[in-house]
């Protein structure tokens, strides 16, 4: 796992979850702290690792800031390009830290913001079976999605004052995998900016904590006995 992370352990006994959490660019591990803090609080027994991007930030050489990909001359054009050249890395960085933490699939959340955001959301689109949750704050996707990622529920937060990122890419995102079928919720809240917002944390906990994604109601439907009984008048209309 990437030695450059802000690691927090359960204080007794083996993790039940894990968060890693991806910052924006030109920010580092260490500033996402707050929200890794407040994941603790709220999940004791998870395992949270805040990543550092592998590359300085090349908008202010020798400062302390990290980046997944450069952003110096970035358009919609070559955006896709770039986030696929980092793929890779983030992919391994992620699959590196379950076997770190002996943490499966299913019980893996990918945290991220901003650029962050956008790594999570299209690693879930290129790798079969990262991650059971992307929760992605303020971010996008490089490209419209053409599937949706099996298995993984997808929860998108934004500002609707974003003007670094305007929030209609987390509308266009969450409709196109809507239609898609995927398992997605999406909340706007207004008054908020490109910022990762404690309404928008507490959103989020609120998301993970009350959405049961679709294959937790696939496989309590697996396991249900089938009871023989007669319909009733409502049902048959």
């Not at 999605?145 to 529920?153: E, I, K, R, S, V």
Request: proline fraction near 8%; aromatic fraction near 6%; glycine fraction near 10%.
């Amino acid at each position: 796992m990437n030695t450059n992370a802000l690691v927090r352990r359960p204080d007794t006994g083996p993790p039940d979850l894990l968060f890693l959490v991806f910052h924006g660019v030109g920010s580092n591990a260490a500033q996402m702290g707050g929200l890794a803090t407040r994941l603790a609080a709220e999940y004791p027994q998870a395992a949270i690792a805040s990543i550092d991007g592998p590359e300085p930030f090349d908008g202010a050489p020798g400062g302390a800031g990290r980046q997944w990909f450069s952003v110096q001359g970035v358009t919609e054009d070559n955006r896709p390009a770039r986030v696929a050249g980092a793929l890779p890395r983030f992919i391994a960085a992620v699959r590196a830290a379950q076997q770190h933490f002996g943490m499966s699939v299913p019980c893996t959340a990918l945290v991220g913001f901003s650029q962050g955001a956008i790594m999570a959301l299209e690693a879930v689109q290129a790798e079969p079976a990262l991650a059971g949750r992307v929760i992605a704050f303020s971010g996008r996707h490089a490209t419209a999605p053409q599937h949706a990622p099996q298995d993984t529920t997808v929860h998108l937060l934004h500002g609707l004052d974003d003007r670094v990122m305007p929030a209609g890419t987390t509308i266009d995102s969450a409709e196109r995998l809507v239609a898609l079928g995927g398992d997605v919720t999406a909340d706007v809240l207004p008054g908020i900016g490109h910022e990762l917002h404690p309404r928008l944390v507490e959103r989020a906990i609120e998301q993970l904590r009350s959405f049961l994604p679709k294959r937790v109601w696939r496989a309590a439907l697996g396991e249900a006995p089938v009871l023989a009984r007669a319909a009733s008048s409502t049902e048959l209309g």
